[in-house]
């Protein structure tokens, strides 16, 4: 018997598998309420909504999620994470997309293009958390 | 209770008006503490990344230094060393596996099994002294004075953290100890923009801007934080927010240990408010509340 073809290509399904090895959530629970976009701060900022972003991640689709730079531009507020109804953690997955790109040696901020009166202003705690989050 | 405390990275130098006037008035109010002799940066933010566990190595690293010092609990000024300490405390509580790999890694360390308790200043202001005790020491009462109390993100999420239940009151409580008047206040649990004022600052901006304008439609006078990341937003860049949203109008900004300090008539010096804008200090004297500037 013909083995059933899978919909996800299997580059794509190593992407999505790495993301939940990562983030230890399941996106599959996501049932699209959109509460994660209706409360998040930065959403106005990314190429498209977390709601969409898990979608696209239940489909197998991660490229769609990186050029949207949900990872990039996530606050880690944590206000997705207390309102979603199904209880994914919703700041651990976008952590992990961040970490996907991390992950290949790439930053995601230049710290040598950080104005100096920013740099003398800063307090620490802005640097430390900067670069933990968007630099590999 | 053996109680230590942890600075963490900034206390000591930009944000020494959170730490000066908060461990004048613990000694104020007879609450016996030791700072730690020796402690490294926590992280500030905790790893979110589940196969990330060196990242856990520093924020337990500095509860075994505190369990070495003889103390039970530990308590942080700043959100998110609060939050980065209770979180790894939390994991190495309930993941076995995870514990054991640190420990392990951390050979020349004392085993940890998560026997300290890690509490922010405000809950051992509500748990240990009481609103009622500490109302009855304020000499200076701040009457008169509108505070939007702003609670930001790490004190409160995620939840088993939380320093309060999810209609935190905690701050409230502790504005209307110091006989002020809290106000209501809508972005009070909103990100002020958190890392994102240095990697992207017009995004940062614009979520400053929504506390600020809330702030503003509160009435408040000033604006009270626990976080020297939302100092910085909210306060530090303040004029940078308004001048790109015009409209909005200036609230001076405090940590919340300084308005403790100037309640408990402290030495105006150890309030550290020279540190914050001038708005600060003018709103401060324009009360009454302190007599002089200091320079």
Redesign the interface.
């Known amino acids: 018997m013909a083995s059933i073809p899978s919909p996800i290509h299997p580059e794509n399904l190593k992407a999505v598998n790495k993301i939940a ?4 959530q399941n996106v599959h629970e996501c049932m699209q309420c959109g509460t994660c976009s209706a409360v998040c ?2 959403v ?2 990314m190429g498209f909504t977390t709601r969409l972003g898990i979608l696209y991640l239940q489909f197998g689709e991660i490229e769609p999620v990186l050029k949207a730079q949900i990872g ?2 996530c ?5 997705c ?2 309102q979603c109804p199904r209880g994914i ?1 919703v ?2 997955v976008f ?2 997309v961040r ?1 996907y790109v991390l992950r290949t040696n790439t930053d ?2 230049k710290p040598q293009e ?1 104005p100096k009166d ?1 740099m003398a ?10 670069f ?3 630099t590999s | 209770m053996k109680l230590g405390y942890y600075p963490g990275c900034t206390l000591k130098t930009k944000a020494a008006n959170l730490e000066v006037a908060a461990m004048a008035a613990l000694d104020h109010l007879g609450v016996e503490y030791k700072e730690l002799s020796r402690w490294n940066c926590c992280g500030a933010v905790f790893s979110l990344a589940d196969d990330d566990l060196i990242h856990q190595v520093a924020p337990v690293r500095n509860l075994i230094r505190a369990a070495q010092q003889g103390c039970d609990t530990v308590v942080t000024l700043c959100s998110q060393c609060y939050n980065t300490l209770a979180r790894a405390n939390k994991m190495v509580r309930e993941d076995e596996e995870k514990r054991d790999t640190l420990n392990r890694f951390m050979d020349e360390e004392p085993d940890y099994n998560g026997e300290i308790e890690v509490v922010h200043y405000l809950s051992l202001l509500r748990d240990e002294v009481g609103w009622e005790k500490l109302a009855e020491a304020v000499t200076n009462p701040l009457n008169g004075l509108r505070v939007a109390p702003f609670y930001g993100c790490t004190l409160v999420r995620p939840k088993e953290v939380a320093i309060d239940t999810m209609d935190p009151e905690i701050l409230e409580g502790f504005i209307r100890a110091l006989g002020a008047e809290a106000t209501t206040f809508s972005a009070s649990r909103e990100c002020c923009g958190s890392y994102q004022m240095i990697a992207h600052p017009e995004e940062g901006r614009d979520r400053a801007a929504k506390v600020i304008a809330s702030a503003n439609r509160s009435e408040a006078d000033a604006l009270i934080l626990s976080c020297p990341l939302c100092e910085y937003n909210l306060g530090t860049r303040q004029d940078e927010v308004i001048e790109y949203h015009p409209g909005l109008n200036q609230v001076p900004t405090f940590y919340f240990t300084q308005l403790l300090g100037v309640a408990l008539g402290l030495d105006p010096e150890l309030c550290r408010l020279d540190l914050n804008g001038p708005a600060a200090q003018e709103l401060l004297i324009d009360k009454k509340f302190i007599a002089t500037a200091a320079v």
């Open positions: 090895e990562i983030s230890g701060p930065m106005e900022s990039e531009f606050a880690s507020c944590h206000t994470v207390v953690d700041a651990r952590e992990a970490q995601l901020i950080i920013t202003e800063a307090p620490q705690i802005a640097f430390v958390s900067t933990r989050k968007l």
